[in-house]
């Protein structure tokens, strides 16, 4: 079933590659929640900015010296959003992501543009395994893992609510790609062992996407 849907995948990925796959722009104001999706597909995030580039944009209610500076952009902002956010359905967060303020006397808007891409979406609950798996002569390639929660109702069979409470759970992982790009296939443990604990007392479990790619 994986192999059939992975390659009825990959199909779908050349089409949408050949008509082109339009990217979606979300800007949010100030330290408020920056939410995107993705209904069919996966999130892949083109560019981020966070800072000010325009002085109408989020401008609204604000005095030209909160406007005035259109220099301000954090660096890596693209980096932090795709580690984030890449391979998800769903991905809300806010400035706090950021460690740094690139001017803090200027009121600051979050820009980001991504598409959506066809993949393989698995959810792994804590203590399971993730297969991941391709057919022929393609490969694995990750497009992103996060191991943490994100919401109350995943992987919640016989949880008690303490342990589903915390839905801001966030630990984008690096090592699903490290251990699973090009190979064909690849099994990998949800568990705190492997991946980390970011979130004591919290039941976590293993988000990832991926493609099968020709080697
Ligand atoms: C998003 O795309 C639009 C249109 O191509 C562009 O004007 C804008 O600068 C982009 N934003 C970022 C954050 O890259
Ligand atoms: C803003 O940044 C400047 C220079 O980096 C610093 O001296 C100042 O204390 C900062 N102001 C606030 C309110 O953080």
């Known amino acids: 079933m994986l192999r059939f849907s992975a390659a009825l995948l990959l199909a779908a990925t050349s089409l949408l590659v050949s008509t082109g796959v339009s990217a979606v722009k979300v800007t949010t104001c100030g330290p408020h929640v920056h939410r995107l999706s993705c209904e069919?597909?996966?999130i892949n995030v083109q560019s981020t900015m966070y800072g000010r580039t325009n002085a109408e944009i989020c401008s609204g209610g604000k005095s030209a010296e909160e406007v005035s500076n259109t220099e301000c952009s954090l660096q890596d902002a693209t980096g932090t959003l795709q580690s984030r956010c890449d391979g998800k359905k769903v991905c809300e967060l806010?400035?706090?992501v950021f460690t740094a303020d690139p001017c803090n006397d200027t009121f600051k808007y979050?820009?980001?543009n991504y598409t959506c891409v066809p993949a393989t979406h698995l959810i792994t609950c804590e203590h399971s395994l993730a297969h991941l798996e391709c057919d022929g002569d393609q490969v694995i390639f990750v497009y992103g893992a996060d191991f943490g929660r994100h919401?109350?109702?995943?992987?919640c069979y016989r949880e008690p609510a303490s342990r589903l409470q915390n839905v801001r759970c966030s630990n984008p992982t690096s090592k699903v790609a490290?251990?699973?790009n090009g190979k064909k296939r690849c099994t990998l443990r949800a568990s705190q062992s492997v991946f980390?604990?970011?979130?004591e007392g919290t039941s976590k479990y293993l988000e990832l996407a991926?493609?099968?790619?020709?080697?």
């Open 210 to 215: 991926y493609t099968c790619r020709n080697k």
């Open 178 to 180: 490290d251990g699973c």
């Open 94 to 96: 806010d400035p706090r």
């Open 40 to 42: 069919t597909g996966v």
């Open 196 to 199: 980390g604990d970011s979130c």
């Open 110 to 112: 979050l820009e980001t």
């Open 151 to 155: 919401d109350r109702t995943t992987c």
